[in-house]
């Protein structure tokens, strides 16, 4: 029906919403595509790779950044609102990974209207994009990386880089834990 370049590579698969396709480059350049035209609508250039998926809440596109950030941009103009940042990971933690420098190379994931992210930091994080602000951390126990997590009322399961499967309240309260696999950077690859 129709083809639009953009100059950059995709790593990460687009979004829908209202007749608009959010896509956001490697390179982190983020653009809104009309549906049926394939027009481009708007374009931003973020200052951080991108290779996870991105989600839309809140009129917001959230997008989460290799340099440890996830930016909210406006879904009409593509404006940058707000940038979300996350932690150092422990010494521990940046041992295993290789590096000492935060990220976010998971899926941001939306549940009942709430923005969750996951990152080096071994954290779960939780926006209020209503509010634009962090209304909840949840100590996870290893670093979040490709594999991600998935989120239902109050809880997450998540996989982390030390090979486990965890089931955590927003309390950080873990109801269980399994380990699958030994540790290992990139250990999962598909979220659960």
């Not at 790593?11 to 549906?35: E, K």
């Amino acid at each position: 029906k129709w083809r639009t370049a953009v100059g950059s590579r995709f790593s990460s698969p687009p979004v829908v919403a209202d007749g608009i396709i959010y896509a956001v480059c490697t390179n982190g350049l983020a653009v809104a595509l009309d549906f049926e035209s394939g027009e481009l609508l708007w374009q931003t250039q973020l200052d951080s790779s991108v290779l996870g998926a991105s989600a839309v809440a809140g009129g917001q596109l959230f997008v989460p950044g290799l340099v440890g950030n996830v930016y909210a941009l406006d879904l009409q103009t593509g404006v940058q609102l707000q940038k979300y940042i996350t932690g150092l990971p422990s010494p521990a933690m940046g041992e295993l990974l290789g590096t000492n420098k935060p990220a976010v190379i998971s899926n941001v994931v939306v549940r009942d209207g709430q923005v969750f992210y996951a990152g080096h930091d071994g954290k779960l994080y939780q926006i209020d994009p209503q509010q634009r602000k962090i209304v909840a951390t949840t100590v996870l126990g290893g670093p979040v990386r490709t594999g991600s997590f998935a989120v239902l009322k109050g809880s997450a399961v998540v996989t982390s880089s030390t090979g486990d499967l965890r089931h955590v309240r927003s309390d950080g309260e873990s109801i269980w834990t399994t380990k699958l696999t030994r540790a290992a950077v990139d250990v999962f690859r598909i979220p659960p």
